[in-house]
């Protein structure tokens, strides 16, 4: 299959004035002719449902949880990036477009990166029009600071609420268009199924989680915001009810699936501390700023951090990149920290996390300011632990927190079933092999306001397409598909919990497909996880009803699918012999531990098709050039 | 340590429901008092008995998913904490635990804990905007907005809409998260053009949606896990009498309020 | 539309009241009225420490202006009985916002005189009916004297008959038992109506506050003290 990005043959800052130029428009009169169906109403989602309708469109839109504005981008704490230059420091759209490009270890396509750039100018305007509180200064202005190691200060903020601020802005117009009858909104409906009709997206088949039913949606085309896989960890900083299902009923029927293997790890996350776990609670990048990142020196040393001396602690971030510290990048922060835990030098229950201590910045700066600036989240870890991190160094540890990887797209988002648009973390996206902070905010609302009204619009315009209704046979045979899936499910009857299974999973997927990865891990996970998954089907217990309101049914089917998933990931990372971004390949280092691309043989997206059950998916590759950026070797030292 | 639950189960809306006595085992104090109940339902899966159903999302504190009574009170016994934030640190061995969902004719119950809260995303959508076209904004700095005024706005809007404060109030309003989105919007110069529009509609829809009314009595800012203050009531309350004073818009309900109506521009 | 022209003025107020916070614009302006009374009529009953014929005399000139204390009659019948029915219509919706209750229900920090407003008042309303019967028409008898003839129109012995009245500990516990109500439904009122109406700020709303509490209680205190005053000086019967 020919992987056509359509990326407009000319100069990069030319190329979406270009496109967009060259799109055909949908008349006004005819936009309420069509029906859009938008599955997800995270900052993609629901950005992108509201301007639709806002256009005129009839939307239909679905999320899993009660209410739209509870999509996982509620969560999002640091902040989003624009290239306003506002704090005159230097900033410019091509040095956004430079630091995302790098950032993303030169495995994204350089024109989407630029456009994103771009337009992060007007997604600050329009939040702010929204009436997002951003910080301001006394002045009334608006506030940025620097983020996750960046040179410039592009960030802007509200509290530590940033992607809770900017999803309400979406979500309230989207409401608007709700009243407005624009959209209608289904919530508590899990998208369980993609219907493909004559090559082109044209509907979903849902289950209203609150009655079971199974239910069929039929549109024009379809566009997919259903965020990230990282759940398929089991332990991530996801929200419990992310999942991959969308994506992956997609991926069966027809859509690419683009660098599975890319999942980012978060340093900064409050550790485990039993069985029980069930969810990793990050703890904001910021925090690096002025907290120190240390372990003992000496192996099993059980003293409490304050009985041990300077001299026997190990600095580790700050001894190995003298220059950025403990601000290096979080792939480079993470491994550091998994690698002196391994050594047997973490600290706390189970001797996984590393200490993240403010004594020093409290020393020079005072409580007061460390308060100001860090105290909800001081509030948070003490919640949390029952510590105090004003006097008990926090401890933290990383945490799957973001996946690169998803839906292949071209440069105007849709993927290669034509007619499915897929928008936020759920496409492949354009962060390459490592997100840089404060950035995927960005690319939702991008990809939601101001590029999928465009591209859905030139869509529409230039096909020509059949009416099709919920009784076409292959709405009915979807139905079937996903009535049988459930029965399958709830009729195995066995004795094991899903979330045991979910938990037994995620543990293998981060042993071996985690922060670190090796050729051998990943064969034997590869031998494992289909083990496990003929377990699953044998053996777990699925209590209660289709029809009805079943919390154990929807998390069964998830993790049905994270099953499958993560086969995929590790046949990616295990394919992609070198390291990038988050994909590190033991194999594949420096003499001193940095990450080795091979850009000669591996500069490209790898994009899989999916062959049916007993084949093995097809690779298919997008050769990625560098015409504005250079490829050169990441280096923090 | 070991508890004793009493938790409603109930099997959905039509279903009367009842307290069903549970014991809660080997319950450490790091756990979350979600995890608490994972814990619970996976000896019920165990069992073959059906999982006590509640709602959760981030488990962090911030979808707002979450919530249920404990012994009475809102998101439990911790100020400012939802109930995913809740720790069992807080609890002793031997405690006795009641567990209801909120209750409230505007929230009808699902399931067990789990209720229908979609009436606050009518009240958002009857107004809780500021009407700007994708596309249309000025730049973001045209509009100076005082740091003070920015940071009130902000402390109105971590409002996560859990619903605590209707779950709470002996008058079941919802008082709390309409007065906190009404001030977010109000507070900043964005949001002055559809300031009366807003207050009026707001307070229509939630009057309709069933909600009581508010007499000052103060326990939603008590079990608040955002701590919105009582001051945001107060503000929708004056929003409102002004607009119905300027007599652009219809203070009651008799007719259903257009949605897309123009907006009646206004001073202040 | 319609929100394009200014709503007739009549159409647009009943409209207020449909909503509650027109309830509760008319019972805090009624609160106002009632509470101006109660202050009024504190300040009369005061008289009582200046003897009899001070009190008298103030009685006698009250009921002397016929005019004037109709009016006052009737504007305090107006605001109570807006002010019960505006209660009386929340109560209701309070019923119904929450058709299944709690087992078990904590009132966490909410005062008490807050939760209780909904009975308090009733309890004041049914002891200022006992009140009127005791003092103002004499129907329950304790030695009521009525108005007689006097050289200078009709004379009054509303000094007799509180001093016969409250000598009665069974009478006196019961003023004080209504006034203490009172005092709570103050206590919460005085600065709800604030609040109501939407005076509210984040530095002054404490002290307003405060102050409610202290008046409330001063006004309390104001009132306890007659029959109290009344059986230690002439002893109770
Ligand atoms: C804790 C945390 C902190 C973060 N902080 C930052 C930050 O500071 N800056 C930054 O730039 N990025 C941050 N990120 C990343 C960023 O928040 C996300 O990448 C981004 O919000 C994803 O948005 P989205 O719209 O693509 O998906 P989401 O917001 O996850 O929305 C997914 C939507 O899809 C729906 N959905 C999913 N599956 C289905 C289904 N099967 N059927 C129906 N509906 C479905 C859900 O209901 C939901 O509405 C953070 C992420 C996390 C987890
Ligand atoms: C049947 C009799 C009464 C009932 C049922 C009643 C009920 C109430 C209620 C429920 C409130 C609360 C309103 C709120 O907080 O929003 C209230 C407020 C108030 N009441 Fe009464 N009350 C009664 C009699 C009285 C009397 C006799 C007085 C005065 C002496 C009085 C003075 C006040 C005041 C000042 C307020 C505050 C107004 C406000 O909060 O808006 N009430 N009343
Ligand atoms: C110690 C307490 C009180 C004393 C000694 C007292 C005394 C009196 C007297 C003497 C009268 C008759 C006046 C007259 O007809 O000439 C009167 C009338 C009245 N009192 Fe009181 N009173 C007390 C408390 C209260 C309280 C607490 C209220 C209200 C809540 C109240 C409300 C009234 C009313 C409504 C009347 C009727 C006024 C009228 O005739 O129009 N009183 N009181
Ligand atoms: S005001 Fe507070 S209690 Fe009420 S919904 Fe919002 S966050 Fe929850
Ligand atoms: S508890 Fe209820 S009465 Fe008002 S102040 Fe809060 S909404
Ligand atoms: S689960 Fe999200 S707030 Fe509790």
Excluded at chain 1, 112 to 130: F, G, H, K, P, T
Excluded at chain 1, 158 to 179: D, F, I, K, M, P
Excluded at chain 1, 290 to 310: A, N, Y
Excluded at chain 1, 513 to 519: E, F, I
Aim: glycine fraction near 10%.
């Amino acid at each position: 299959m020919e992987l056509n990005s359509k990326v407009p043959d000319v100069p990069i800052e030319q190329a979406w004035d270009r496109r967009k130029f060259e799109m055909k428009l949908v008349n006004p009169a005819n936009k309420r002719k069509y029906n859009i169906i938008v599955v997800g109403s995270g900052l993609a989602g629901a950005s992108a449902a509201a301007t639709l309708g806002e256009l005129g469109y009839n939307v239909q839109c679905f999320c899993y949880q009660d209410s739209p504005r509870r999509a996982h981008s509620i969560a999002a704490q640091g902040g989003i990036n624009a290239a306003k230059n506002y704090q005159n420091d230097g900033d410019s759209v091509f040095r956004l477009f430079y630091d995302t490009v790098k950032g993303g270890d030169f495995r994204a396509r350089e024109y989407n990166v630029y456009r994103l750039a771009q337009l992060s100018l007007n997604i600050i305007d329009q939040c702010v029009a929204q009436g997002v509180p951003f910080a301001r200064e006394y002045g009334g202005l608006l506030e940025n600071r620097s983020f996750g190691g960046a040179q410039v200060s592009r960030t802007f903020y509200a509290r530590g609420q940033t992607g809770q601020q900017l999803l309400l802005g979406a979500y309230q117009a989207l409401q608007r268009q709700v009243a407005a009858g624009q959209v209608k909104m289904y919530a508590r409906h899990e998208m369980l199924d993609l219907v493909v009709i004559d090559g082109r997206a044209r509907g979903i088949v849902t289950r209203d989680l609150i009655t079971g039913r199974i239910e069929s949606y039929a549109a024009d085309l379809v566009i997919l915001a259903t965020g990230g896989y990282g759940n398929v960890y089991y332990l991530s900083t996801n929200a419990k009810g992310c999942n991959a299902t969308a994506i992956w009923r997609a991926y069966k029927r027809g859509a690419l699936f683009a660098n599975p293997c890319f999942t980012q790890i978060h340093p900064t996350c409050i550790p485990v501390t039993g069985e029980y776990q069930s969810k990793l609670t990050l703890m904001s990048e910021s925090l690096r700023n002025d907290g120190r990142i240390w372990v003992p020196k000496r192996k099993g040393d059980t003293r409490p951090p304050d009985e041990i001396p300077e001299d026997e602690r190990d600095y580790f971030l700050e001894r190995k990149y003298p220059a950025f510290g403990n601000l290096v990048p979080r792939d480079v922060a993470s491994r550091n920290a998994k690698a002196v835990c391994d050594e047997g030098r973490g600290v706390g229950p189970g001797g996984y996390g590393v200490y993240l201590d403010f004594r020093d910045a409290i020393k020079r700066l005072g409580r007061e300011v460390i308060e100001e600036r860090y105290g909800n989240l001081f509030d948070m870890y003490e919640r949390i632990t029952g510590e105090d991190p004003y006097r008990v160094p926090m401890r933290i540890y990383p945490a799957s927190h973001y996946t690169m990887g998803g839906l292949w797209v071209d440069y105007n988002l849709m993927s290669t079933i034509p007619g499915l648009f897929v928008a936020g973390e759920a496409n492949f996206s354009d962060h390459g092999a490592n997100r840089l902070g404060a950035s995927a905010l960005m690319q939702g609302l991008a990809d939601g306001y101001f590029i999928l009204p465009y591209t859905v619009g030139d869509y529409l315009a230039s096909n020509k397409l059949e009416k099709v209704d919920t009784t076409h046979p292959a709405f009915r045979s979807a139905e079937a598909e996903v009535a049988c899936n459930i029965k399958r499910l709830l009729d195995v009857r066995g004795s094991r919990s899903v979330d045991s299974f979910h938990r037994e999973l995620g543990k293998l997927v981060w042993d071996y497909c985690g922060m670190s990865r090796t050729a051998e891990g990943l064969k034997y996970a590869l031998k494992k996880i289909p083990e496990l998954r003929e377990q699953y089907w044998r053996e777990v217990r699925v209590p209660g009803e289709s029809e009805e309101f079943n919390q154990s049914l929807e998390k069964a089917g998830r993790v049905a699918d994270f099953f499958e998933l993560a086969e995929l990931m590790c046949l990616d990372a295990l394919h992609r012999n070198e390291s990038c971004g988050g994909h590190f390949r033991e194999e594949y280092q420096t003499p001193d531990g940095e990450a080795l691309r091979n850009d000669d043989e591996y500069c490209y997206v790898a994009a899989w098709e999916y062959r049916g059950e007993d084949n093995a998916p097809a690779l298919h590759k997008e050769p990625l050039t560098f015409k504005y950026v250079q490829p050169a070797q990441r280096s923090y030292k | 340590m070991n508890l004793i639950l009493h938790v409603w189960r109930q099997k959905n809306a039509k279903d009367p429901g009842r307290m069903v006595r549970y014991e809660a085992r080997n319950i450490s104090a790091h756990m979350s008092f979600l995890e608490m109940l994972d814990v619970v339902n996976e000896e019920l899966i165990a069992r073959g008995e059906e999982p006590i159903a509640f709602d959760h999302d981030c488990r962090e504190g911030i979808c707002g998913m979450c919530g249920f009574m404990i012994n009475g009170v809102a998101h439990g016994p911790e100020r400012g904490t939802t109930v995913c934030q809740l720790h069992m640190r807080h609890f002793k061995d031997g405690d006795e635990l009641y567990i209801e969902p909120w209750r409230s004719r505007a929230f009808p119950v699902i399931k067990d804990l789990v209720v229908d809260r979609s009436a606050f995303d009518r009240i958002i959508a009857a107004g809780g905007y500021i009407s700007v076209r994708t596309g249309s904004a000025p730049d973001a700095n045209a509009i100076p907005v005082p740091k003070e005024n920015a940071e009130l706005a902000m402390d109105a809007a971590a409002c996560i809409a859990c619903g605590a404060c209707v779950a709470q109030c002996p008058n079941g309003s919802a008082a709390l998260f309409t007065g906190a989105k009404i001030a977010h919007l109000g507070l900043l110069p964005q949001g002055q053009p559809e300031r009366d529009r807003r207050a009026v509609a707001m307070v229509v829809q939630m009057t309709k949606e069933g909600f009581g009314h508010c007499t000052n009595i103060g326990e939603c800012e008590a079990v608040c896990p955002k701590e919105i203050k009582l001051d945001v009531i107060a503000r929708m309350h004056r929003d409102y009498l002004h607009a119905a004073w300027t007599g652009r818009q219809k203070p009651g309900f008799r007719e259903d309020q257009p949605a897309e109506e123009p907006m009646a521009g206004n001073r202040r | 539309m319609s929100t394009a022209a200014v709503e007739p003025r009549l159409k647009r107020t009943w409209g207020l009241y449909e909503v509650y916070i027109g309830k509760k614009l008319v019972m805090a302006g009624t609160g106002v009225v009632l509470v101006l009374y109660i202050i009024g009529h504190l300040l009369g009953n005061l008289q009582i420490y200046a003897g009899p014929e001070q009190m008298n005399q103030y009685a006698a000139f009250l009921h002397s202006q016929p005019g004037l204390l109709w009016t006052a009659r009737i504007v305090l019948l107006a605001a109570v009985g807006a002010h019960i029915w505006s209660s009386f219509l929340l109560w209701r919706d309070k019923r119904r916002a929450r058709p299944i209750g709690y087992v078990k229900k904590d009132d966490i920090p909410a005062s008490y005189a807050s939760r209780t407003m909904m009975w308090s008042g009733p309890i004041i309303a049914a002891f200022v009916v006992f009140h009127v019967l005791h003092l103002t028409t004499g129907d329950v008898g304790l030695g009521f004297q009525p108005p007689t003839a006097g050289p200078t129109g009709e004379a009054f012995y509303a000094y007799e008959n509180v001093v016969n009245g409250f000598r009665y500990p069974a009478v006196s516990a019961a003023y004080i038992f209504a006034i203490a109500l009172l005092t709570m439904h103050l206590y919460h009122g005085m600065w709800s109506m604030f609040q109501s109406v939407g005076i509210s700020h984040p530095r002054y709303t404490p002290l307003l506050k405060s102050l409610a509490h202290v008046f409330s209680i001063a006004i309390a205190a104001g009132y306890i003290s007659i029959p109290v005053y009344v059986m230690i000086r002439f002893g109770v019967k």
